[in-house]
Structures are given as structure tokens and as C-alpha cells.
Antibody
């Protein structure tokens, strides 16, 4: 069965970086875009961007350009989201999701807390 | 950027009620509209894709309708498991961007 399993919660200080992973299984990893979506505490869903696992192509929401980087490792069927120069307002749950017809499978979410 | 506006932001209803949630896009997006259900502490769950198509395993009491810029999610008979927050989403395969609506929280009356 299709599964997206994300790495565990992180606590970082302002200015640090963090890399969140999303390991896919149960389907052909290179066949479908992986999106990242974040949700700040008590807030709605916010799209961060996507990566094409087939060729590594990326597209980031304008708000996140310059401080997020999406990569993938096809050998391990894993997508990564790196957040740089973290600020306290980056505190959120970050989800990965597969796009087929809509976002049909989601990871369990990774809480990133930015605090001094 | 395309903006997605959901209404209402909060909705109170009884079990058994018919519930409708609206979503308006700032420009035509047909048919690239999806609906998600999210419960506290959980990842969103896809309910409807391409405006009217029910996702696999979703109960038939859920339905999506609309076209152009106006879309609706209907729950024909609200069940206890349906109390959650619902989001619309503009998407498209290989799309340049994706946008979520602000969400509608369905509460028990």
C-alpha cells in the first residue's frame, strides 16, 4: 500500500537550518510529484512547493523562495525539504503529499519548532 | 496568484443535517478543485477531486459540485465522524502553483 513516512519532530534555534524527510513506499516514486504543505499552530494549510522526483525539478511558492530547498534521492525513494535561516514564525507542522488526482496520500507531518 | 475564499469559516450543525460549504476562486479554475477533510492532529484527507469526483473510499454522503469560479461541498446527512475542518484547494497536475482556501470548521450544534 502507498505510504509516506516523515522524519520526527525537530527543535531548532533561530537562524539554524533543518531538513525534513519523506520516505515513499508502495508505488513508483519517480512517477508522481511530491508537494510540501505547512500548517502553523491553529492555522490553515499553506502550500510550500513541489518536486518532480523523476528529474528533480522544483517549484516553490513565492513566499518560500530563497529559504526552502526541495531535493530527492531516487535510490531510497525519499523526498527532502530543507528550511534555512529559520525564524520563529516558521514553527509549523510540515506535510509531504503525493499528487495524483489531488493530493491523495499524505505523510503524518513533522513538527518543526523554532525557538531560542 | 489565484485566491480561494471559503464560506462560512465556521458552521454549527446537528447530526443528520444537510451541510453545504462554498468555495470561490478569484478566476476560473475549472475543473481543478479538490476538497479535503482534516481532523485535529491528523493529516488532511482527500474527499473530492476535479470538482465532482469522489475519492476512493469516501462515503457517498459527500458530494462536490460547481464550475468556473464557484464550487460547493455538500454533506447530505451529517454524521458524528464528519465534525472536522474542510479545505478547498485549487490544483492542477504539473501546476505552477497550488492554493488552499482558509478552511471551514464544522462543529456540533
Amino acid at each position: 500500500q502507498v505510504r509516506l513516512v516523515q522524519s520526527g519532530a525537530e527543535v531548532k534555534k533561530p537562524g539554524a537550518s533543518v531538513k525534513v524527510s519523506c520516505k515513499a513506499s508502495g508505488y513508483t516514486f519517480s512517477g508522481f510529484f511530491i508537494h510540501w504543505v505547512r500548517q502553523a499552530p491553529g492555522r490553515g494549510l499553506e502550500w510550500v512547493g513541489w518536486i518532480n522526483p523523476d528529474n528533480g525539478g522544483t517549484n516553490y511558492a513565492q513566499k518560500f523562495q530563497g529559504w526552502v530547498t526541495m531535493t530527492r534521492d531516487t535510490s531510497s525513494s525519499t523526498a527532502y525539504l530543507e528550511l534555512n535561516s529559520l525564524r520563529p514564525d516558521a514553527t509549523a507542522v510540515y506535510y509531504c503529499a503525493r499528487e495524483v488526482k489531488g493530493f491523495d496520500y499524505w505523510g503524518q507531518g513533522t513538527l518543526v519548532t523554532v525557538s531560542s | 496568484d489565484i485566491q480561494m475564499t471559503q464560506s462560512p469559516s465556521t458552521l454549527s450543525a446537528f447530526v443528520g443535517d444537510r451541510v453545504t460549504i462554498s468555495c470561490r476562486a478569484s478566476q476560473t479554475i475549472s475543473p481543478w478543485l479538490a476538497w479535503y477533510q482534516q481532523k485535529p492532529g491528523k493529516a488532511p484527507k482527500l474527499l473530492v477531486y476535479k470538482a465532482t469526483n469522489l475519492a476512493s473510499g469516501v462515503p457517498s454522503r459527500f458530494s462536490g459540485s460547481g464550475s468556473g469560479t464557484e464550487f460547493t461541498l455538500t454533506i447530505s446527512s451529517l454524521q458524528p465522524d464528519d465534525f472536522a475542518t474542510y479545505y478547498c484547494q485549487r490544483y492542477k497536475y504539473d501546476s505552477y502553483s497550488v492554493t488552499f482556501g482558509g478552511g471551514t470548521k464544522v462543529e456540533i450544534k
